[in-house]
């Protein structure tokens, strides 16, 4: 089946550790995105990419970094600049130049610090 | 500068009931419109969508969506809400910019259904 993948479903982070959210997807979709989502305040755009090899900071990328070396995947590490990382974070795709935009979105990783 | 605003953050509504969520954006060029929904821990699914066309809009689960360009709205209906409909919805944005498209999502509606 198409779709997006994330993992893992739940991760835990220690102060001072860098962790990496993976996201993969099988649409043959050109943009990715990653936002986190907190309570109250709906989604942020983190980080976007709508080609391989490039990619843009959305809102919040402070403390963030992201690749796109393949068209299917696009990690995100949330490094020990991020100071405030628990929260849920979702990836989405979509195509790109046509008037079909609506974004897939994976079931999303829960990131705790403890 | 593109933007959402979901004007309620909450809305409580007793079973079969109808409801509206309301959703206004500002954009400066032509713009499609979403609705997504989210079961807790979940992602978003897509409910309904205008891209262009008739300004009234079905989607999944019985809603619908009328756009509304001189008020810049998009608002959500449903004429008879059901408990399984208690969820997060979400409106966005998304318009032509840099070769591509993005999306602008709202701060969200927390509907809550009531037996």
């Known amino acids: 089946d198409g779709g997006i993948t994330q993992s893992p479903k739940y991760l835990f982070r220690k102060e001072g550790q860098n962790v990496t959210l993976s996201c993969e997807q099988n649409?043959?979709?050109?943009?990715m995105y990653w936002y986190r989502q907190d309570p109250g305040q709906g989604l942020r755009l983190i980080y976007y990419?709508?080609?391989?090899?490039?990619?843009q900071k959305g809102d919040i990328a402070e403390g963030y970094s992201v690749s796109r070396e393949k068209k299917e995947s696009f990690p995100l590490t949330v490094t020990s600049a991020q100071k405030n990382p628990t929260a849920f974070y979702l990836c989405?795709?979509?195509?790109?130049?046509?008037?079909?935009?609506?974004?897939?979105f994976g079931q999303g990783t829960r990131l705790t610090v403890v | 500068a593109q933007s959402v605003t979901q004007l309620d953050s909450q809305v409580p509504v007793f079973e079969e009931a109808p409801v509206e969520l309301r959703c206004n954006y500002s954009s400066s060029v032509s713009v499609y419109l979403f609705w997504y929904v989210q079961y807790p821990n979940q992602g978003l699914q897509l409910l309904l969508k205008y891209l262009s066309g008739s300004t009234l809009v079905k989607g999944i689960n019985g809603f619908e969506a009328e756009f509304n360009k001189s008020q810049t709205s998009f608002h959500l209906r449903k004429p008879s809400v059901h408990i399984s409909d208690t969820a997060e919805y979400f409106c966005a944005v998304s318009d032509k910019r840099d070769g591509g498209f993005k999306t602008i999502f709202g701060a969200g509606t927390r509907l809550f259904v009531k037996a």
């Open positions: 989405a795709s979509s195509n790109t130049g046509g008037l079909n935009t609506e974004a897939f």
């Open positions: 990419s709508q080609i391989v090899n490039d990619f």
């Open positions: 649409l043959n979709h050109d943009a």
